[in-house]
């Protein structure tokens, strides 16, 4: 089934003024990026700071727009709750709103969902991604489902690794894109995040012509939805690269899907983390034919 979302989203705002209503990332040479879209809160429980500390911290490094962009699961069975509750989401959006009021003339802010394809549960994510008219939504996959409980594929902790070594690696790829796969042909997203998180514990994940072919599949998916492609820097962080990989940005390039920008901020000294080297990345990827 494909869901549509009601009201204004991503591309309808034109956020980024392009004919695609994506980022335009046409640089002057010596440009900086000026936004960050995919900004946490406290509502998510692991992360930290008030919002203002965000906005605060977001101006004081030179952004322009800032996007706030909040986890939302449904179904998930974790020993803890990271992510925000269909009530808790009027909550961070209502407290935004009054945050884009008080800096307006200082940072442009939108509110977004970061929403986790769970197939199982598309008509109450739906609801979720209802319930306001967000600015922006992002789709990302974290939980892959382990009876009677659910793994985190993007934490390092032991929490998750050992039941994901139970699970078995080639499997849990597996999953990986066919849930990807499918969660973006059932909603209307703006944008794919941290494409290839799941290599962040295993490095050492062979990319096999079978799983390239699944890359280029979901980026070709990608381009048809209209989606842009996340560049998520707290990879520099988790492994030394930003998410994706280098390789997946020029295929991306390649299918013209323009990219996003987000530091996946847990604490507002995070925000902008890395940008400097996102700079020549993009004008590298570009350059590639």
Partial sequence: MHYRLRGQNFRDQRLFGTSRGMVNYKYDKGAKLKKDFHIHTKYCNHAVGEMSEYVESAISSGLEEMGF??????????????????????IYYEEGLKLREQYGSKIKIHLGIELGIHLSQIEALQKGLQKH?????????????FEPYHINVCSGSTHNLQPMTDYGIQQAVQVYFDTLQAGIQAIDADFLCHFDVLWRNYPDIEVTPEIEKRINQILELVSKKKMALEIN?????HRGEQYPATWILAKAHQLGIPFVVGSDSH??????????????????VMSQK
């Fill in 133 to 145: 008219p967000w600015d922006h939504v992002g789709l990302s996959f974290h939980y892959l489902p």
């Fill in 267 to 284: 604490a507002p000294d995070q925000i902008a983390r890395y940008f400097d080297k996102v700079e020549p990345l993009i004008e590298f």
């Fill in 69 to 90: 962009l909040e986890h939302y699961e449904v179904g998930i069975n974790y020993y803890r709750k990271n992510w925000l509750s269909y009530e808790e989401l009027t």
């Fill in 233 to 237: 820097t707290s990879g520099f962080l």
